[in-house]
């Protein structure tokens, strides 16, 4: 059963916006809500944090001021907005969650992951 979702991945030319979307089964809308990616031949990264609990946001200095996490709360779904897009934020984007309230960059706290969307920006 798939828990995660994402959607919204796709290829797009640099500078352009792409709106991906993390939708959430009920049984892990956790508390923090990630993006992480992993481009071709690196380790997989941490680029912004959602938690739910008071609405507490960060993102990585690679990405801040370019992409904006925000969230659907009907819809239990997290959505990373990402705008002047560059050829090295080509990667596949993950989603993950894990119930703790506070919200960690590193992978190994978040217990659940979603199978990923590629991101391609070309020059």
């Known amino acids: 059963q798939v828990r995660l979702t994402e959607s919204g991945g796709g290829s797009v030319e640099t500078g352009g916006s792409l709106r991906l979307a993390c939708e959430a089964f009920e049984s892990v809308y956790h508390n923090c809500m990630a993006w992480f990616r992993q481009a071709p031949g690196k380790e997989r990264d941490w680029v912004a944090f959602f938690r739910i609990d008071d609405g507490n946001i960060a993102y990585a200095d690679s990405v801040k001021d370019r992409f904006t996490i925000s969230r659907d709360s009907q819809k239990k779904t997290i959505i990373l907005q990402m705008s002047n897009l560059k050829p090295e934020d080509t990667a596949m984007y993950y989603c993950?969650?894990?119930?703790?309230?506070?919200?960690?960059?590193?992978?190994?706290?978040?217990?659940?992951w979603g199978q990923g969307t590629r991101v391609i920006v070309s020059s």
């Open positions: 993950a969650t894990d119930p703790r309230w506070a919200c960690g960059r590193s992978q190994g706290q978040y217990r659940t």
